[in-house]
């Protein structure tokens, strides 16, 4: 059963009205997990073979790099393909490390990930997500793409002193970030992971598996090795875990806007938490144990600095 829900605040200096259940909010990485899922599904059916290599599936991505070569599915959901996490000057695209030596926080290897499940499907990933996840489930406010319905009640991002930030509306589908949806729709998304629903049980729990430990420091992205394992926090096929207590956890951080998730599988007690603020995730250390009891290591780990 739902919660409460709470929202406060106003939607930004565009529109003075409070935020409310229908507000859209950017997920940015909260759309990671939602394509997991759908990842989860194809392989099922047995349209994606997680351990394939990309390259075998849709060619190329990486170029002038053969260790790139070994990149899998498996590799990009537990964020251990070696490949950046944005890439930039001081980080190209190029493998690190062999994939799945460590972890390393890597958003860049979704493009390669979504155009291996649009080759195997024969879909874009916006249908694919939409068909699987948002129609089903009744999102009636998400999207991979940014739909002129929104128009009419987003919230518009705001940088650490208060700078609006101009509004991103994504035209094609991005795998890693481009979600705009509500908090109301993501928790409707989140009961469905805590329920099982739509992947078999072994899948299922092939989704929480801690399959790499998480890096300390203070980046979740660690191309060189240069921290320690995390004994308290893993990663499995799409979420980061705390397996201690069997909690799920991701965060989302655009310009403007930061997002936060976190559940419990036993208790089935969950906080979606979206702010359009660059300081929206101050408050976390205060809401979560309120919410989902226990102690968190997510909560340290994430560090306030780095959202």
Excluded at 50 to 58: E, G
Excluded at 80 to 90: A, C, E, H
Aim: glycine residues 8%; charged residues 20%.
């Amino acid at each position: 059963m739902k919660g409460p829900e709470y929202y406060f605040g106003i939607r930004g200096g565009h529109d003075r009205s409070l935020v409310d259940a229908q507000t859209v909010f950017e997920a940015a990485s909260l759309t990671k997990p939602v394509v997991s899922f759908v990842a989860l599904q194809l392989a099922e059916e047995g349209l994606l073979d997680l351990r394939q290599s990309l390259f075998d599936i849709c060619g190329e991505y990486v170029p002038n790099d053969l260790r790139s070569r070994q990149i899998s599915a498996f590799h990009v959901l537990t964020h251990t393909s070696g490949l950046p996490n944005i890439v930039r000057d001081k980080a190209p695209l190029r493998t690190y490390f062999n994939p799945g030596e460590r972890f390393s926080y890597g958003s860049s290897a979704f493009a390669w990930l979504q155009r291996a499940m649009e080759t195997v499907s024969g879909c874009s990933l916006e249908m694919l997500v939409r068909e699987r996840v948002f129609e089903p489930l009744g999102m009636r406010h998400s999207s991979l793409e940014w739909q002129e319905r929104f128009s009419a009640n987003y919230a518009q991002g705001h940088e650490w002193e208060g700078q609006p930030v101009p509004k991103c509306r994504v035209k094609a589908a991005q795998a890693s970030w481009s979600l705009p949806t509500t908090a109301s729709d993501y928790l409707e998304f989140v009961q469905h992971v805590l329920a099982g629903r739509a992947l078999t049980s072994a899948s299922y729990d092939q989704w929480f598996l801690p399959y790499v430990q998480a890096r300390q420091g203070d980046d979740a992205e660690d191309l060189y090795g240069e921290n320690p394992p995390d004994l308290r926090v893993a990663w499995g096929l799409g979420w980061g875990l705390e397996p201690v207590q069997d909690c799920f956890f991701h965060w989302g951080n655009s310009p403007g806007f930061r997002a936060f998730i976190l559940a419990d599988r036993t208790t089935r007690d969950a906080v979606v938490w979206f702010a359009n603020s660059a300081r929206g995730m101050r408050l976390i250390h205060t809401v979560v144990p309120e919410v989902v009891a226990g102690d968190h290591p997510a909560i340290q780990w994430l560090r306030i600095g780095r959202l």
